[in-house]
């Protein structure tokens, strides 16, 4: 039976909510590798809860969380995350503000 391995959820003004319900899902057994999260509004709570989905999710592969204004500390946990969660080999930033901390964890 097929499963569902890419998901394109861009523009469509998930919100942190919305974003945090997606990252609840992650824990559960799925078989999802490549997640558009582009341009959804989402604020620093969306990423740091979808930052604790991805540490214990085993499929997903990448992650497009481009132009989300999520903040250095949720930027930090994201990278964090994909750094313990080997199983991820791309996440996408693009117009997303590292700041310090999110720059610091990056180049580590």
Known sequence: HPHLKKVDLSNNNLLSSGTI??????????????LNLRSNDITMEGGRRF???????????????????VGALAVSELLMATRLNTG??????????????????FHE
């Open 21 to 34: 319900k997606i990252g609840e899902a992650l824990h559960a057994r799925c078989v999802l590798e490549h």
């Open 51 to 69: 930052a604790e989905g991805l540490l214990s999710n085993a499929s997903l592969r990448t992650v497009d969380f481009s132009n989300n204004d």
């Open 88 to 105: 991820i080999h791309g996440l996408r930033l693009d117009g997303v503000s590292l700041g310090v901390q999110g720059a610091v964890v």
